[in-house]
């Protein structure tokens, strides 16, 4: 599906500048570079649109008053500044907190395709994450210090995978492809195979193959 969009890059950029305004102050280089990053920011949010399956991402509009696009829109933004001003990706990294209830840093790398339904409470860290991840509401990855080597290490998530609500990947977990984490499970320090659901808290895991 082919995604258009009612508003100019200008326009988006205005909308981004006004909403950042009612929180930070702006300074005329930080709007240049809003204007100077916004095709690419479009470009990487189109893809990741037309690539999802969910029917409320299906309406081949790009539109700032939905909130899950503008989400994936204002976390695109802020990743790819993450390299060339951090304070101006720091503003677009708290004004996605602040305007969806989620904590996606901006120097956390999100794949080119992934999708959230209402994830209010919702803390993505620093890990590995493949194409086609979702998640919803009050879902956690993160990480975990090794007792032996004092190292924090974080979750390497496999491609379709999908976490529903109020589950956790945590630590020195490797989860692989088209796996389901179902509503309150846990999972810390494990390894989960492909294709398969998965249920409890650890080290009490349930594993159905599907």
């Not at 189109?46 to 696009?69: A, D, L, R, T």
């Not at 879902?139 to 609500?165: A, W």
Request: glycine share 8%; aromatic share 14%.
């Amino acid at each position: 599906m082919n995604y258009t969009c009612d508003f100019s890059e200008d326009q988006l950029v205005s909308i981004v500048e006004h909403q950042l305004l009612n929180f930070f102050p702006i300074k005329e280089a930080e709007k240049e570079l809003l204007k100077e990053h916004i095709s690419f920011v479009i470009d990487k949010s189109h893809h990741c649109f037309q690539n999802i399956e969910n029917k409320y991402m299906q309406s081949g509009v790009f539109s700032p008053f939905h909130s899950g696009q503008w989400l994936i829109f204002l976390y695109y933004y802020s990743n790819k500044l993450s390299s060339v001003n951090k304070t101006l990706a720091d503003k677009l990294y708290y004004l996605n907190k602040i305007m969806n209830g989620i904590d996606i840093f901006h120097e956390v790398n999100l794949p080119d395709v992934f999708y959230f339904e209402h994830p209010l409470g919702s803390i993505f860290g620093r890990g590995h994450y493949g194409n086609y991840f979702s998640a919803m509401q009050g879902c956690t990855v993160g990480g975990n210090r090794d007792r032996l080597t004092g190292k924090i290490i974080y979750p390497v998530i496999g491609e379709h995978v999908q976490m529903f609500s109020n589950s956790k990947i945590i630590g020195n977990s490797k989860i692989g492809n088209n796996v389901k984490i179902a509503a309150n499970t846990y999972v810390k320090d494990m390894d989960i195979p492909d294709n398969a659901t998965v249920f409890g808290m650890s080290p009490n895991i349930t594993i159905k193959f599907l």
